[in-house]
């Protein structure tokens, strides 16, 4: 599988938003995943989304604050991150996954992430 590529991270004050993208030929036909992981932590779940769209799936610490979407016909995933906090301070992920009984898990091959930074 071709890896996705993220993008859109950056450095922002609490309270701001930032906009990732992941991109990939063919994500189109895929349940996509956003994950983050801080350092010395373990990757963690973030949000997902099917292929077509209709379900959303979020970490109860993001949820109100960060809005997944997708662009099919531009193969893009985005995620909306509003009211960022610093503790959303993480490189952050995509990733194909698997949606089974409502649970998002991933498969496919990692990319390089993209850094989120939250700090005043």
């Known amino acids: 599988q071709v890896k996705p590529v993220e993008s859109g991270g950056g450095l922002v004050q609490p309270g701001g938003s930032l906009r990732l993208a992941c991109a990939a030929e063919g994500l189109s036909d895929y349940s996509i995943g956003w994950y983050r992981k801080a350092p010395g932590e373990e990757r963690e779940f973030v949000a997902a989304?099917?292929?077509?769209?209709?379900?959303?799936f979020y970490q109860d610490s993001v949820k109100d604050r960060f809005t997944i979407s997708r662009d099919n016909a531009k193969n893009t995933v985005y995620l909306q991150m509003n009211s960022l906090k610093p503790e959303d301070t993480a490189v952050y992920y995509c990733?194909?996954?698997?949606?089974?009984?409502?649970?998002?898990?991933?498969?496919?091959?990692w990319g390089q992430g993209t850094q989120v930074t939250v700090s005043s």
């Open positions: 989304i099917t292929g077509s769209g209709e379900r959303t």
């Open positions: 990733n194909r996954v698997f949606v089974v009984l409502d649970k998002p898990t991933p498969y496919g091959s």
